[in-house]
């Protein structure tokens, strides 16, 4: 009988300690499951700044932002890898092509400048521009020492094979500045059978391109290459050359300075301005690209046009 007893004893002590543990094991669950909503608000803050950070605000896919799915080391380690340098926009340019870009009391200015500040105002990057020359702004962003090239370049499937575009924000024409009374009066001059011009352009640009491609390979003119469109223009007011082939808001810049030049009707080529990154850099890219599009939409790049180009 004693033994009876000392069995009920110890599986009624084995009872109590099954339902504590039990009661233990049900509290955790509760516990576990108040936890998640716990990170989340603790995380929600982390989630905010990231937010207002330039790294979620650059972010393509606003999806990234659904708070539960976010790991703010992850997005740190995004924004580090975003630009060249953390935080900072480098663009590299030729700021010798008023109004897209040129020197201002000691500042960079024109129509790039203030695009590719209001993309980096809205990805939260701070704008850096690096004055280089125009032939060298495509190696410096292939290689990845900038994070893109804006200098009113235009898009042409040789390019396309060094770097990646943009979304087009401007046209650009390709015209033809002559001396008033010149023989050149139209650009099928240039064309006919026994031209022979000396052409100036400036080295590398799609003026250079064109002309030696069409006119110089063909045995029509020879080019004159000059580091900057300014100097091409001033090889046509002294008479080295018998005219320049250069982009139309340039020129109209140009021309202006120049008192004796004309541009003539006729065009050259009709060209479409975009921003070039190394290839593959496609988070960097799509980012800007997003930004630039939105300014687009919203007039603001318009804005810019219209301050910098007069109306005709
Ligand atoms: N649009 C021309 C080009 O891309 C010229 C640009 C420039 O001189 N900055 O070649």
Redesign the pocket.
């Known amino acids: 009988m004693k033994k009876l007893v000392r069995v009920t004893l110890v599986l009624l002590a084995l009872a109590v300690v099954l339902a504590a543990v039990y009661a233990c094991d049900n509290q955790k669950e509760t516990g576990g499951q108040a936890s998640p909503g716990g990170t989340q608000n603790s995380a929600d803050p982390g989630n905010s700044g990231a937010q207002s950070s330039s790294s979620s605000s650059a972010s393509p896919t606003p999806d990234s932002a659904q708070p539960t799915q976010l790991d703010p080391g992850t997005e740190d380690g995004q924004a580090a890898g975003y630009t060249v340098e953390t935080g900072v926009l480098i663009m590299a340019t030729?700021a010798?092509?008023p109004p897209?870009?040129y020197w201002e009391g000691g500042k960079i200015v024109g129509i790039d400048a203030e695009i590719a500040e209001a993309i980096a105002n809205r990805l939260g990057l701070t704008l850096q521009i690096d004055d280089i020359d125009?032939d060298a702004i495509i190696a410096a962003v292939s290689s990845g020492r900038v994070d893109m090239g804006m200098?009113?370049?235009?898009v042409?499937e040789d390019r396309m094979e060094s770097v990646d575009f943009s979304t087009s924000y401007a046209t650009?024409v390709q015209v033809i500045i002559v001396k008033e009374g010149s023989a050149i009066t139209d650009v099928d001059d240039l064309f006919a059978d026994d031209a022979s011009f000396d052409i100036g352009v400036?080295e590398?640009?799609?003026?250079?391109?064109y002309t030696t491609w069409d006119l110089e390979e063909e045995g029509l003119a020879t080019i004159y290459r000059f580091r900057r469109?300014a100097d091409a223009v001033q090889a046509l007011v002294t008479g080295r050359v018998d005219c320049v082939v250069?982009?139309n808001e340039?020129a109209r810049a140009f021309v202006a300075m120049n008192p004796g030049l004309i541009i003539l009707e006729t065009e050259f080529a009709v060209?479409d301005?975009a921003i070039c990154f190394a290839k593959g850099s496609t988070e960097l890219r799509n980012a800007v690209d997003a930004a630039l599009r939105e300014l687009i939409a919203d007039g603001t790049v318009q804005r810019i046009l219209d301050k910098y180009i007069a109306a005709d």
């Open positions: 030729n010798e092509f897209y870009e125009f200098a009113g370049m235009t042409t650009g400036q590398s640009t799609t003026g250079d391109l469109g250069i982009d340039p060209e301005y």
